[in-house]
């Protein structure tokens, strides 16, 4: 029998609203899987890299060592980290995870250092000459300054993510990438467009929504602005 004219799945059409009301918990599964490694990842990496960056701005000697291994694990290619952690994790979601974090790491480093160096010497001695001590100073002068330097590394780290993580449809926990993949594999081009654009709507909106939240918790930059 032959396919019937408006049967687009029939026909392999780019765009079909077919593909997408009988496949729609498979895309939502998909996205789900999607937005919860980015979020494990990008979270894990956050937590990793403040600590780093403070003891990197404290230790003048610890920022070459510091900023010398996170920019090593950021230029090993995806498909080599993967191996590299496979012994530790085996095919897991893990494995993905923990690669996600060593590239993030980079990213988010590299800002939080540069926001906390860019807080004006002068504004620490004011501060100081108020009573602040080191953990006040910190985390009432130091970090609030260096936010939008962080927002903007966290911002990169999380649009990279989202595109990293259909890497990981190599061990079979890539999201949207798992989709794209298979779809290549059998030219299922509809399956292909789909998981693409809405990976593509995933980091625009990610990106879109910490724009926002660092646009709500730094008031005093958008009071600078002319």
Known sequence: MTAAPHDCLARNEWICGTYLSTRRHVLADAVVQHLELTAASVGIALVIAVPLALAARRRRWAAGPVLGVTTVLYTIPSLAMFSLLLPLYGLSASL??????????????????????????????????????PWRLLFTVELPLALPAAMAGLRIATVSAVSLVTIGA?????????????????????????????????????????????????????????
């Open 170 to 226: 190599i061990v079979g926990h890539g999201g949207l990438g798992n989709l794209i993949y298979a779809g290549m594999n059998t030219f299922f081009k509809a399956q292909v467009l789909t998981a693409s654009v809405l990976c593509v709507a995933i980091a625009v909106a990610a990106d879109l929504l910490l724009l926002g939240v660092q646009w709500l918790i730094t008031p005093w930059v958008r009071r600078q602005r002319p």
């Open 96 to 133: 993905v995870v923990a690669g996600l974090v060593l590239y993030s790491l980079t990213l988010l480093v590299r800002n939080i250092l540069a926001g906390l160096r860019a807080v004006p010497e002068e504004t620490r001695q004011a501060a100081r000459g108020l009573g602040y001590g």
